[in-house]
């Protein structure tokens, strides 16, 4: 199934029967911090570490294209990248679907 947009359908199924809703990329990069860090704390995350749980997700999904590099964990087992490359200035829809590309092979 090369088709684009079916393939993204499939995703934002999959999530909704995983989670119950559909979430926004918001949440999908949040969830994917999470898988990526690979550990759920004892208490909620604070808004700085939700910051830096998506951060984790965009960098983890940039290393399939060679933006990033993953180079370790810190003394708390959070993952930390190197950048590679600059991401390439693009327009908002352009950046979008690049990183719902991202996804869709991350979940795959």
């Not at 359908?9 to 029967?17: G, R, S």
């Amino acid at each position: 199934m090369d088709n684009f947009d079916e393939r993204w359908a499939d995703t934002e199924k999959m999530l909704t029967e995983r989670f119950g809703k559909v979430p926004d990329m918001e949440g999908i990069l949040f969830l994917i911090g999470v898988n990526e860090l690979g550990k759920m704390p004892r208490k909620k995350f604070s808004k700085e570490q939700k910051q830096d749980l998506m951060h984790i997700a965009v960098c983890t999904l940039l290393t399939q294209l060679g933006y990033y590099e993953f180079v370790g964990r810190d003394e708390d087992g959070w993952p930390h990248f190197k950048e590679l490359e600059a991401v390439p200035v693009q327009g908002l829809n352009n950046q979008e679907h690049m990183l719902r590309e991202c996804v869709i092979n991350y979940f795959e």
